[in-house]
Nanobody, 122 residues
Framework: VQLQASGGGLVQAGDSLRLSCAAS????????MGWFRQAPGKEREFVAA????????TYADSVKGRFTISRDNAKRTVYLQMNSLKPEDTARYYC????????????????WGQGTQVTVSS
């Protein structure tokens, strides 16, 4: 699976962004999809995940209620809608594909995109 993330940018606190991750290659619908983020000097952290059929979603506590992950298997794309953005959300965001349902662990994800930068100013 090849993954291409897009949609990042520079926004102000309280604004919204929608990230997209387009997939190609192996059957997209077979994979659970996740978003992770990494800020400078920090470890990569889990943000959200969605199951193969989009019926099950998982979120990090820090984004619960503000971020929404979704997927469109027909378009081979996963989305991350980010609302009420905070400066602490500033990071490079990565999409990833996994055969493990609902995993929050980066090592369970087999394929990674190149990431897209999100910067939130105060």
């Amino acid at each position: 699976v090849q993954l291409q993330a897009s949609g990042g940018g520079l926004v102000q606190a309280g604004d919204s962004l929608r990230l997209s991750c387009a997939a190609s290659g192996r059957t997209f619908a077979n994979y659970a999809m996740g978003w992770f983020r990494q800020a400078p000097g920090k470890e990569r952290e889990f943000v959200a995940a969605v199951s193969y059929g989009a019926g099950i979603t998982t979120y990090a506590d820090s984004v619960k209620g503000r971020f929404t992950i979704s997927r469109d298997n027909a378009k081979r794309t996963v989305y991350l809608q980010m609302n009420s953005l905070k400066p602490e959300d500033t990071a490079r965001y990565y999409c990833a594909a996994s055969l493990v349902l609902g995993s929050v662990t980066a090592s369970d994800y087999n394929y990674w995109g190149q990431g897209t930068q999100v910067t939130v100013s105060s």
